[in-house]
């Protein structure tokens, strides 16, 4: 059964950058797609980025487009690189495993959850 563990989350700056990863254990890894979603305080869960299984493709929400980058390793590892961030940034931060249609972070495709990470951006 895959299991995700995210890490990396903290206290940052505006402008400031984080790189959040996620260790996944099983081995039905590579079947999976994964994502990054994120919820703040008080609003729904959003998807951030999701790649394919193989690394080829990956999505990102306007939001984020241009600041953060995901990528993933042959070492069942995934990670989501964030620049520029932003206070609006400031979510639990969570991993999540599923077959997502062309690459699209659809809330309703996620089967395995992580635990997450806050992320806050504060001066």
């Known amino acids: 059964q895959l299991q995700l563990v995210e890490s990396g989350g903290g206290l940052v700056q505006p402008g400031g950058s984080l790189r959040l990863s996620c260790a996944a254990s099983?081995?039905?890894?590579?079947?999976?797609?994964i994502g990054w979603f994120r919820q703040a305080p008080g609003k729904e869960r959003e998807g951030v980025s999701c790649?394919?299984?193989?690394?080829?493709?990956t999505n990102y929400a306007d939001s984020v487009k241009g600041r953060f980058a995901m990528s993933r390793d042959n070492a069942k590892m995934v990670y989501l690189q964030m620049n520029s961030l932003k206070p609006e940034d400031t979510a639990v931060y969570y991993c999540?495993?599923?077959?997502?249609?062309?690459?699209?972070?659809?809330?309703?495709?996620?089967?395995?959850w992580g635990q997450g990470t806050l992320v806050t951006v504060s001066s």
């Open positions: 099983g081995f039905t890894f590579n079947y999976y797609d």
């Open positions: 790649i394919d299984s193989s690394g080829g493709r």
């Open positions: 999540a495993a599923g077959l997502f249609p062309d690459s699209d972070c659809i809330f309703e495709f996620v089967e395995v």
